[in-house]
């Protein structure tokens, strides 16, 4: 299946397959917010921090199953793998200014 995934999505992703924290954080707006099950993080030190324990630090990889992307949202349907949560779970992004200002984790 061909992606036709916003390019700071597809960098999001890309960064924490090859588990590039860094590369992960930059795809985000300075103030963009991390929704984990309810939990939110806002901002790059605050996004690693959860990132570090729970996600990238993890070892996580996303492969994606399927994608759909109106205007400004993106939801994106994938396999996760790593050391924490497995199995399918939904991202949902928004994308301003060619950033990620919101990334939403849901089951």
Avoid at 22 to 41: E, I, K, Q, S
Avoid at 48 to 76: D, K, M, P, Q, Y
């Amino acid at each position: 299946m061909p992606s036709t995934l916003p390019e700071p999505v597809a960098r999001l992703i890309a960064a924490a397959n090859a588990g590039d924290t860094d590369a992960f954080l930059a795809t985000f707006a300075a103030d963009g917010t991390v929704n984990d099950w309810g939990r939110v993080f806002t901002g790059h030190d605050s996004i690693r921090e959860w990132s570090n324990s729970e996600f990238i630090g993890v070892g996580v990889t996303l492969e994606v199953t399927a994608e759909i992307t109106t205007r400004e949202h993106t939801t994106v349907t994938a396999t996760v793998g790593g050391r924490g949560f497995t199995g399918q779970s939904h991202f949902s992004f928004t994308v301003a200014d060619g950033l990620v200002s919101d990334m939403a984790i849901t089951g």
